[in-house]
Nanobody, 115 residues
């Protein structure tokens, strides 16, 4: 079982990035999938969720209206589209998959928002 994030990088304020989380060993459509982030010196915080059945989404207030979580079942991949990025969005971003007793994390991808 593996979750591999990609798509991070350096972007200017107001810019956009799309993060990907490719899963292997399980089916993302059967799991609740999450994005979290952790800034230096801060605790890891929840960013967004997409549930398994129906695909309902939910967002932290700090990213609502700017970030979009989505899922491509054919590619077994979850995405986080991030628009209107702010310096305070700078963090390592992690993907997580949960189903019953199963709880998987990726290794993270760094996002830096700076001019």
């Amino acid at each position: 079982v593996q979750l591999v994030e990609s798509g991070g990088g350096l972007v200017q304020p107001g810019g956009s990035l799309r993060l990907s989380c490719a899963a292997s060993g399980f089916t993302v459509s059967s799991y609740a999938m999450y994005w979290y982030r952790q800034a230096p010196g801060k605790e890891r915080e929840w960013v967004a969720t997409i549930i398994s059945f129906g695909g309902r989404t939910n967002y932290a207030d700090s990213v609502k209206g700017r970030f979009t979580i989505s899922r491509d079942n054919a590619k077994n991949t979850v995405y986080l589209q991030m628009n209107s990025l702010k310096p305070e969005d700078t963090a390592a971003y992690y993907c997580r998959g949960m189903f019953r007793q199963y709880d998987y994390w990726g290794q993270g991808t760094q996002v830096t928002v700076s001019s």
